[in-house]
């Protein structure tokens, strides 16, 4: 995806205190969306990737420089939300969680390393706690550029919207919901009437991406012409990797945005960005 910076008529620079920021970091690059709430507006987006000559940098030397060359983000906002796309997370039960105990969670099923510490999001869909983890160099730099910054993990979007998009459904089949992240993706299933998972697979080509796709969802015995399938993040229709996936499902639907908010960008599809987009939306 190509650099771009979109806004709309009525967003000004000198109004940045009453937006609305969402902001996420990978190593391929960043992207934020600007939330005019009086207007109940998007009122821009951007995308950056980061050149060659930080490709071998740190996540943190590569938050760094957003920081510091990026104009929109040297302002103040009235709210501001954080994401690293990150596959290091643990779901845990709100009648299970103890914020005390919130390292031995999370290192039941990961190892948590020294430079990293944990923070954790409320997910109400699934009355359940995400507990994630984050570079402490980047906590540091976000809170003090942003002291009043919202950390929150790229699951929590997605497993409210499995959950909710599959309790409204007119026919009961199984539901299956996919975003895509530069060099990961996102799976969840929800079958009979509960939601069942959730993973993270790391892939480095299509026919890794296609295998943890269909083996995840042979796993839970769902034959792809009796199931709804909805896909989100880094896929774009007339692409190779878009032809190359429908010779294995053949209807690849894109998540259509329901925040309620105007999204006035005729030459950006809302699928692209979705947990982005709707970052604000969560009750953190």
């Given at each position: ?72 983000l040297s302002k103040n906002y009235k709210t501001v939300f954080f994401s690293v796309i990150e596959s290091k997370s643990t779901l845990v039960p709100k009648e299970m ?188």
């Amino acid at each position: 995806m190509k650099n771009f910076f979109v806004f709309n008529e009525g967003f000004s620079k000198s109004k940045t205190a009453s937006y609305i920021l969402s902001l996420q970091i990978s190593n391929s690059g960043y992207s934020y969306t600007i939330v005019d709430s009086a207007g109940n507006s998007y009122a821009a987006i951007n995308h950056h990737n980061f050149d060659k000559k930080l490709a071998d940098k740190s996540l943190v030397e590569k938050a760094e420089s957003m920081l510091k060359e990026d104009l929109f983000l040297s302002k103040n906002y009235k709210t501001v939300f954080f994401s690293v796309i990150e596959s290091k997370s643990t779901l845990v039960p709100k009648e299970m969680f103890d914020r005390k105990q919130i390292k031995k969670y999370f290192t039941f099923t990961q190892p948590l390393d020294e430079y990293e510490e944990l923070h954790f999001n409320y997910i109400k869909k699934a009355n359940a706690y995400n507990i994630f983890a984050i570079p402490s160099d980047i906590t540091t730099l976000m809170v003090n550029k942003f002291p009043e910054v919202i950390f929150v993990h790229q699951n929590n979007v997605f497993v409210n919207d499995i959950i909710s998009r599959a309790e409204n459904l007119k026919f009961k089949l199984p539901y299956i919901q996919i975003n895509i992240n530069p060099g990961s993706f996102d799976i969840g299933i929800f079958k009979d009437d509960k939601f069942q998972m959730i993973n993270t697979y790391q892939y480095t080509d299509d026919n890794d991406f296609i295998y943890y796709v269909l083996n995840t969802i042979n796993q839970y015995d769902i034959k792809l012409n009796k199931a709804y399938i909805n896909f989100s993040g880094l896929i774009e229709k007339d692409t190779e990797f878009y032809y190359f996936i429908h010779q294995y499902i053949p209807k690849i639907n894109f998540l259509k945005l329901n925040t309620g908010l105007a999204f006035n960008f005729k030459d950006v599809e809302g699928h692209l960005f979705y947990n982005l987009l709707n970052l604000h939306n969560e009750d953190y």
